[in-house]
């Protein structure tokens, strides 16, 4: 027959021997030889033999059949059941092909959550279409019932992880109404296996009263496609002080590693002795693999020494020896006195006992109720009643009392003063395995003994002063009350002063300190984050001006011209010891750009460029117009607003390109505080070659309130500066011919002196006026789109950083101190309005720079405060772009 169909014929000799005549013949098949089923009947007129059909429904696929035969006469007596020659083998075979309906099975069982299954199964189908049907029976039974049916081809179904007593099978039922079974039957079930260990490692040490256990990792692997996989859950830790693990007192654990101290094992209801110890492997259907033992035993101990505390000869003595050093801050200072040996002896009474050893370890303290721990010595043994232990500077105790024996140089516990600190100690008793307990006893010393012969010398600096005030003075400062008692000479001195250093006068107050031995003068630390300076009131006393006795007007023209500056101050003794410094107190300078008034605001300069060339200004971050309308030639370029004078107030840069004589040339010189009506000339510049010179202004020599004059050419790699406001040429040495670019200068630095930036094929570097060349980074290049903007302090800590603007998509980034690699995004202007960067400048007087942007279309001008995208703040609008903005 096809691959599902076929017929088989069965055939026997006559029946002989009977007197009446042979009716018939029945014949019967079995699947065990012991049940049989009537296949058919024939009558003897028939031949000897009968044809069954699989489509009788006799044969449902079984793979082997035994059948036999007996003869029926007239009188309807029967023979007997007539086997085939060996009743105890199958007859026949019948092995079905695989249905073209049901080809490529396969199942897959997992879990939905701990109490459901997912079943899938999917086969493909070589016949034609027909209904596919999804039974179940219970195990061992042909009683089928219908579960699902559907027409496409799949079953997914759900069922109890608990359940282990039915099998599912597949059937189609075809067109003409049959239905074709597949020879595969399913038992789908939950997990019913343990884990399975990778390795058989196991490993146990200890270190101290620490325990660390480390086994093989296990894996809960797929036993057969019908058993879903549940996961590995964890592992189980057993401990038994039998070898067969009975009565074991077991934890949980995720991974393959723990580790636990005796208070752990305590807690398990571990005691003293020796274990066997075992791992196991559970998954999540709580199988659990069979145990990795351990090949050796551990001896645990819990228990802590026995014994008991003398509080009476429980004690620590400190000796120390006295000696005169330099003082650790340098050779300018006076030597000192400080503890030269220190010896601490701790004293522990008692008598504790323990079979694996006793050990001691005691920890101070700083405060009475021991509860903030600064050190702890090594642990030691007994040495006998009364255990001694001594700390010195071999074991590193000058290093723990530190603080302690410091103070000890600058203070002098005189009667009536506070006495220093305590330090407080406790002691903690162990065994060999770590177990512990703190003594209940704090015990105390401190470094006063009166037993100590105090020298007659003053070995004592003062205490330090407590600074309270530091500010800047301006001109105007100087006519107040405060400082009415300066002669007139002195005043004059100051102003000028003020003029030649700008921002370097301070008035600076603290608290008055005392000695015994009188306070001869104050020193003023000054730092710019990079290098202190130092001044003396009694050395420096030139510009450094007592108003009281507490307070100082200083010219500190030695500090960094621009940024952040932190002051600290000390007392120095009649005996010239010097106390420690004081608190600090941070002040910040910061000289606005293109101030014009002077008040360290800075103001905007315009230029009528579609007509007359008259020059103006919006006033202190406002849309407040100064100008005085005077028409300005066309060939003279502004380059800016910059102190030319050293007054505090910015003068307007030009540069005019003239014929003189049939030469060519260039003047450049500056309108004095941005009055056109007074032009002061800088100098002139013969220009034979028609050279066109890029021109910039900056401090490029740190000289206080000068600027300097850069001329670059291009073109043949000329660099040089008039310096500091006159035409004294500089040559910097390099070439800087072809691809560089003068894009500006910048105290990138902080050493106060602005660097010269050039861009040379995307990658930035500046130079200083010596030829001394640094590489700024890269990666910002015009070929992706960025242009150079601005430079200026964003963040007031006296180093420039630079703006970049990209014109395809309108992003700001930040350099800050001009490094690509500290680049950060600051924003996004809309770069289809036309918004574009214009300068930067201290616009609202915060001591750093704000970002100024202008929108082409409408003129409208603002600043983004400190570079913060999100503080935006308008000046105005109304200024078309015939007005050209030159910050």
């Not at 059948?67 to 007239?74: G, K, L, Q, R, Y």
């Not at 074991?395 to 140089?409: G, P, V, W």
């Not at 003129?859 to 995208?869: A, K």
Request: with cysteine; aromatic share 14%; net charge negative.
């Amino acid at each position: 027959g096809d691959n599902q169909n076929f017929t088989v014929t069965l055939s026997w000799k006559e029946a002989l021997g009977d007197p009446y005549l042979i009716a018939g013949y029945n014949v019967y098949i079995s699947v065990d030889g012991t049940n049989w089923t009537l296949a058919g009947s024939v009558s003897a007129a028939d031949n000897l033999s009968i044809t069954i059909s699989s489509l009788d429904g006799l044969l449902a696929g079984k793979s082997g059949y035994y059948w036999a035969v007996e003869a029926v006469d007239s009188k309807g007596f029967k023979s007997g059941l007539q086997f085939d020659s060996d009743q105890n083998s199958n007859s026949f075979f019948w092995t079905p092909f695989n249905d073209p309906a049901f080809m490529n099975e396969s199942i897959t069982v997992s879990y939905v959550d701990s109490n459901t299954l997912s079943v899938t199964i999917t086969w493909t189908d070589g016949g034609t279409a027909g209904t596919y049907i999804l039974q179940s029976a219970a195990i061992g039974s042909d009683d089928w019932s219908d579960v699902l049916s559907q027409d496409t081809i799949g079953f997914t179904f759900t069922i109890p992880a608990s359940q282990n007593n039915l099998q599912y099978r597949l059937a189609k039922r075809n067109a003409d109404g049959s239905l074709t079974y597949s020879s595969a039957t399913y038992t789908p079930s939950g997990d019913v296996h343990g884990p399975s260990f990778t390795s058989s490692d196991i490993v146990s040490t200890r270190v101290d009263g620490t325990y660390y256990f480390t086994w093989s990792a296990a894996v809960d692997g797929q036993i057969s496609v019908e058993e879903a996989v549940s996961g590995l859950s964890g592992y189980v830790l057993y401990f038994s002080t039998s070898s067969d693990m009975s009565n074991a007192i077991a934890i949980t654990i995720d991974g393959t590693f723990i580790s636990m101290n005796n208070e752990d094992m305590r807690n398990m209801g571990l005691g003293d002795g020796t274990y066997y110890w075992a791992v196991a492997a559970r998954d999540k259907a709580g199988n659990e693999s069979g145990k990795l033992m351990a090949n050796e035993t551990i001896t645990i101990k819990v228990t802590t020494p026995q014994g008991d505390f003398d509080t009476a000869t429980t004690k620590s003595t400190l000796t120390i020896d006295w000696e005169m050093v330099d003082d650790p801050r340098g050779p300018n200072y006076v030597q000192v006195r400080q503890p030269g040996s220190l010896d601490l002896t701790l004293s522990i009474g008692g008598d504790f006992t323990d079979a694996s050893g006793v050990f001691y370890q005691v920890t101070f303290y700083e405060d009475e109720n021991c509860t903030k721990d600064v050190f702890s010595t090594e642990k030691f043994a007994r040495t006998g009643s009364v255990t001694e232990y001594s700390l010195n500077s071999s074991n590193n105790l000058i290093a723990y009392l530190a603080k302690y024996a410091d103070s000890l140089k600058h203070n002098d516990w005189r009667e009536g003063d506070a006495l220093p600190p305590y330090i407080y100690w406790k002691v903690t008793v162990s065994d060999a395995y770590g177990n512990s307990r703190t003594l209940d006893l704090i015990n105390k010393f401190r470094f006063f003994d009166d037993d100590i012969n105090r020298p007659t010398n003053d070995y004592y600096a003062p205490d330090a002063p407590k600074l309270k005030e530091v500010r800047a003075v301006t001109e105007d400062d100087l006519s107040r009350e405060e400082f009415s008692g300066l002669t007139d000479a002195q005043k004059a001195a100051y102003k000028q002063y003020m003029k030649d250093y700008p921002g370097s006068l301070y008035l600076i107050e603290w608290d008055p300190v005392y000695d015994a031995y009188g306070i001869k003068s104050y020193k003023i630390y000054i730092s710019n984050g990079k290098e202190t300076t130092v001044f003396d009131t009694f050395d420096d006393g030139d510009m450094l001006t007592y108003i009281s006795a507490n307070k100082v007007l200083a010219g500190l023209y030695g500090s960094a011209p621009s940024g952040k500056r932190t002051f600290w101050v000390s007392a120095v003794d009649g005996s010239g010891l010097e106390s420690v410094i004081s608190n600090k107190i941070t002040y910040t300078y910061f000289d606005a750009k293109g101030d014009i008034d002077g008040n360290n605001i800075s103001d905007i300069l315009f230029q009528y460029t579609g007509g007359d060339n008259q020059l103006g200004f919006w006033m202190n971050g406002t849309s407040s117009w100064q100008g005085q309308g005077m028409a300005q030639p066309t060939d003279w370029e502004v380059k800016g607003a910059f102190d030319m004078i050293v007054d505090g107030k910015a003068d307007i840069v030009l540069v005019g390109n003239v014929t003189v004589n049939g030469v060519k040339g260039a003047y450049i010189g500056y309108y004095d505080g941005g009055d056109t009506s007074k032009w002061v000339n800088i100098g002139y510049l013969t220009n034979m070659d028609d050279i066109n010179w890029n021109v910039k202004v900056a401090n490029i020599t740190g000289a206080r309130g000068t600027t300097s004059i850069i001329w670059h050419d291009q073109e043949r790699g000329v660099l040089g500066v008039w310096t500091d406001g006159t035409d004294n040429w500089t040559q910097i040495k390099g070439g800087f011919s072809g691809d560089w670019v003068l894009k500006g200068a910048g105290d990138f630095n902080g050493d106060g002196k602005a660097e010269i930036l050039f861009d040379y094929q995307g990658t930035f570097y500046t130079t200083d006026i010596n030829g001394n060349l640094t590489n700024l980074g890269t990666g910002f290049g015009s070929a992706q789109g960025w242009e150079f903007a601005a430079i200026g302090d964003f963040s007031c800590d006296g180093q420039d950083d630079m703006i970049l603007f990209n014109k395809e998509n309108g992003l700001v980034v930040k350099l800050e101190d001009g490094l690509t690699k500290s680049w950060k995004k600051l924003g996004q202007l809309d770069a289809d309005d036309y918004w574009f960067v214009v300068g930067a400048g201290d616009y609202n007087g915060d001591k750093k720079d704000d970002l100024l942007v202008r929108q082409k279309s409408t003129g409208m001008l603002g600043y983004y405060d400190g570079g913060d995208f999100s503080k935006w703040r308008e000046i105005g609008r109304g200024v078309d772009s015939n007005w050209t903005v030159i910050a």
